[in-house]
């Protein structure tokens, strides 16, 4: 789950997924179910900040794959 702080981020929604997932505004929140690859970016003026929990807790790096985006790392 992450919880919006500030800012704004583009999501890039996964394959046969609408291009609307993952907008939120400060102080809500968004649900990412478990195997679902995902991708953003921090944009506008305002650095974007959140807090990101995982439940249960993450098991380790093995757990997660890398996806190539639409966006280079960096």
Do not use: K
């Amino acid at each position: 789950m992450e919880f919006r702080l500030d800012g704004s981020r583009q999501p890039s929604p996964g394959p046969g997924e609408h291009a609307s997932r993952g907008f939120t505004r400060p102080g809500t929140s968004l649900s990412i179910p478990l195997g679902t690859s995902f991708h953003f970016r921090a944009t506008g003026s305002t650095p974007f900040a959140a807090v990101c929990v995982t439940m249960p807790p993450w098991p380790g790096m093995d757990e997660a794959e890398f996806v190539v985006g639409p966006w280079q790392a960096g």
